[in-house]
């Protein structure tokens, strides 16, 4: 089945810097990547998504980078601010059809210092 | 709108009963998803309901787990016989249709079994 292996697992940088986070998975039919934001005692909230046939996509501060021939995708946060401290989670989908489930890698804490 | 609800927010039970978690998914939404997020790991899918289709159930780790959608909209997620290694945050999803749409998670279930 579906490998998502997520790096690191915990990232610490000054407000005003770049963040990033990678994801590789292992099954090339995989074809849906999406990004989720977890704040302390809620539950996840998607902030960005890629689909294959897409290899960057941006929104403001936020972007995602896929290359499918490495199995690898990547979430880059600029300009970083404390209210971007949170867990990041990547997941990935192999939708055939109405089958198929996200599969969540196991998260980055991110701390953003003022 | 009202966002997906899920209740208790928290259970502690002892070993060897039964609970009983629900949601309330968002109004219109026909794919229900059950999720358990265990501490400083990602999240584990457990179960799919999409409309009237037949569920996947290919993430129930036992048969001890069990899950119903009533009516198309409410969901109760039911474990039998509790165990200490169920203990974690249980997380319910909903989205508009399928899986490739975004899925809207609910605040979560943090089940305790002492």
């Known amino acids: 089945g579906e490998n998502v292996e997520q790096h690191p697992s915990t990232l610490s940088v000054q407000e005003g810097d770049s963040a990033v986070i990678k994801c590789t998975y292992s099954?090339?039919?995989?074809?849906?990547f999406p990004w989720y934001k977890q704040e302390l005692g809620k539950g996840p909230q998607l902030i960005i998504d890629?689909?294959?046939?897409?290899g960057e996509k941006k929104d403001q501060r936020i972007a995602v980078t896929l290359n499918k021939t490495a199995k690898h995708f990547s979430l880059h946060i600029t300009e970083t601010q404390p209210e971007d401290s949170a867990v990041y989670f990547c997941a990935v989908s192999t939708i055939r059809g109405s089958q198929g489930n996200l599969i969540f890698g196991k998260g980055t804490k991110l701390s953003v210092k003022p | 709108g009202a966002g997906v609800s899920q209740s208790p927010s928290n259970k502690v039970t002892e070993k060897g009963k039964d609970v009983e978690l629900r949601c309330d998914p968002i109004s219109g939404h026909t794919a229900l998803y059950w999720y358990r997020q265990s501490l400083g790991q990602g999240l584990e899918f457990l179960i799919y309901f999409q409309g009237n289709s037949a569920p996947d159930k290919s993430g129930l780790p036992s048969d001890r787990f069990s899950a119903e959608r009533t009516g198309g909209s409410v969901s109760t997620l039911t474990i039998q016989r509790t165990q200490q290694e169920d203990s974690a945050v249980y997380l319910c999803?909903?989205?508009?249709?399928?899986?490739?749409?975004?899925?809207?998670f609910g605040p979560g279930t943090r089940l305790t079994v002492t």
């Open positions: 890629i689909r294959s046939n897409v």
């Open positions: 999803a909903s989205s508009l249709a399928g899986l490739a749409y975004e899925q809207y």
């Open positions: 099954d090339s039919a995989s074809n849906y």
